[in-house]
Structure formats: C-alpha cells, structure tokens
C-alpha cells in the first residue's frame, strides 16, 4: 500500500522541514496547512553531543557539522580529531560522566546539550548505575549550574518496551520498562522532569526506537529512525522556542510503527523517511527463523524475554 503524501509550503527555509508530508501522519488536530513550527528559534551559539563516539554521536557530528556556530563533542573514550575548515569550529573533549569535576569542564560554555553518553543497552546494574544513573545526574546537575538552557536526551522505546505490540502508544502512557537500562531511560525521563520544573532547563526526551540508515530486522521496521530524520528532531529539540519537558518518539515515519507520534508533529516534526520500502526483503531474510514467542508479543523484544522468569505472561 502507498501512503499519499502532499507537499507542504516551503515556509520554513531555516529549518528544512518543508519536506513531503504523508497525510497519515498529521494529528486530527493539525492542518497541513497549520504553521506548527514558529518563526523564532532559540539560538544555540556552543552545543555539546555527549556519546559522540558512539554510532548516533559519529552521525550526529557530520549531519550538525556548521549548523551551530561551535558543536563540542565528548566521549569517554578518544574521538577523531577537531577538523579545521569554515563549517563552524569543533571542540573535541574526552569525559567519562561518572567524574562529577570532568562533567562541569565538559559543560562550560554550553547552551545546548544533546545527551546520548552512557550504556545504550542492557547490561549489569552497576554499569547502569554508573553511567544512566550517576553519570545522568552529573550532566543534568552540572548543565544546571552551567547554565544550560536546553537538553535533548536520547532516552528509549525500552523504557516502555513491556507494551504489547497490539497497542499503540503515545507520550502520556506510563512506563513498562523492559530491562535494567528501560528503569534507566524511565529514571531520565523522570530526572529531566524534574531539572524542567524546578531549575527551567528545557527538555526534548527522544524515546529512539532504533537509529540506522535502514531497518535490520522486522521489528525495527516498526521503530526505525534514519539520521536525517533524528537530526531534525535533534534540531527542533535544541531551536523551538517552546520547550519545557517534551516527550516523543525518536522514530521515521513507519507505516507499521506502533507509536502514536502527534506531540512530536505539534512540535514541527516532519519525518521524511518509511521502513516500508525495506519490508519485503526484511521479511523475507526472516523467513522460517524460530521465533520467541515473549519477544514478538511485546514492543521491546528481546529486551522482554532475556531473563524473564514470571509464570505469566503481563497483559
Ligand atoms: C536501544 O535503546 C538501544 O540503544 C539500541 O542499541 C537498540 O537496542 C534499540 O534500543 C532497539 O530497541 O533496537
């Protein structure tokens, strides 16, 4: 089946976002015609990625590569050298967010912080402590004292990766989180809460589904994120001049998706990319493969059924 898609006014050149857009994936309560992204933006003169090491981070620093006057990027472990040229200027850093002194240097002078630095998957309980606990609250407790002014953490769909697939699910659903890292992602969403009420940091909590230049599996057909995509997510998190604690879903716009995505379209989101184009293959790779019945019930797959000793299966 084909989406329709209709083409938007090309009213915002800043941003870019005047991409097609499919009909299906407009709110009931947004006109296609509706100016969802103001004039104003919020501007961003230093903006740090933390975790840029990793494969979002790397992506993230070619795709915002001149977009902001200084990008600072920051891993704990080394990173390719700052490249000279006329596309802003790069500050390359190397933290481990664990070490509280390390943080507030890795944060001087920084008006935005895109936050992807700590464990990205499931792991022991002191490496999540470690780095999606502590190393969490050192970067939110640090940009607070800093300054900061915005925060686009990456959090997860693991953090409500216990919601049956038949479900859809949007922002104000409660957590299920599927893992020791989910209860990690649920607790950023939760600490970003909190630095937005109390201190006014403003947050954009993307839940990624799964970040790549194509699905690679069927379940990633209904999560899938490609990078131009997440970049301009990135972009309204750091630039919409209305932001105070935003959820929303870090996902294309997949046919199959099984997230009801309208606050990020209020906010201006226009995904230009679908995972449909790469089912048939996808599928057919699948093929014959054994299946686990707990993972293919529920969102979070794999995340669902390792370790899972409960008699029953949750609703
Ligand atoms: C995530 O949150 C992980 O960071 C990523 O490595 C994938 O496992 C992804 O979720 C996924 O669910 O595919």
């Not at 104003?40 to 992506?59: D, N, P, Q, W, Y």
């Not at 002194?101 to 912080?113: L, Y």
């Not at 600490?191 to 947050?203: C, N, P, T, V």
């Not at 184009?277 to 993972?295: F, M, N, R, S, V």
């Amino acid at each position: 089946m084909t989406t329709p898609f209709r083409q938007l006014p090309a009213r915002d050149k800043y941003h870019g976002l005047e991409a097609a857009l499919p009909v299906s994936a407009v709110s009931t309560t947004l006109s296609v015609n509706d100016t969802v992204w103001p004039e104003e933006k919020t501007m961003m003169h230093r903006v740090l990625i933390t975790g840029a090491g990793g494969g979002i981070g790397r992506s993230l620093r070619e795709t915002l590569r001149g977009v902001y006057p200084v990008l600072r990027v920051s891993d704990r472990v080394p990173l390719a050298p700052a490249r000279a040229g006329n596309e802003g200027i790069e500050e390359v850093d190397q933290t481990d967010i664990a070490d509280m002194a390390a943080v507030e240097k890795m944060v001087a002078g920084v008006d935005g912080i895109i936050h992807l630095g700590g464990i990205s998957g499931e792991n022991s309980w002191e490496k999540i402590l470690e780095g999606n606990i502590v190393g969490l609250y050192n970067v939110f407790e640090a940009a607070r004292r800093a300054g900061t002014t915005r925060i686009v953490m990456a959090t997860s769909n693991h953090a409500v990766g216990f919601y049956p697939r038949s479900q859809t699910i949007d922002h104000r659903v409660v957590p299920r989180p599927d893992s020791r890292y989910g209860v990690s992602k649920a607790f950023s969403e939760a600490l970003a809460s909190l630095y937005a009420d109390k201190h006014g940091i403003g947050f954009l909590c993307t839940r990624i589904g799964n970040f790549g230049t194509k699905p690679i599996d069927s379940r990633r057909l209904s999560i899938w994120i490609s990078p131009r995509d997440y970049t301009q997510l990135v972009r309204i998190g750091l630039e919409h001049p209305d932001i105070h604690f935003e959820i929303v879903y870090g996902v294309s716009n997949n046919q199959r998706s099984w997230y009801d995505n309208s606050n990020a379209y209020r906010l201006g989101y226009r995904p230009q990319d679908d995972s449909e184009p790469y089912a048939a293959a996808t599928l057919a790779a699948e093929a014959g493969q054994p299946k686990d019945p707990i993972a293919e019930r529920y969102q979070g797959g794999t995340f669902c059924a390792d370790e899972f000793t409960a008699e029953k299966q949750p609703d």
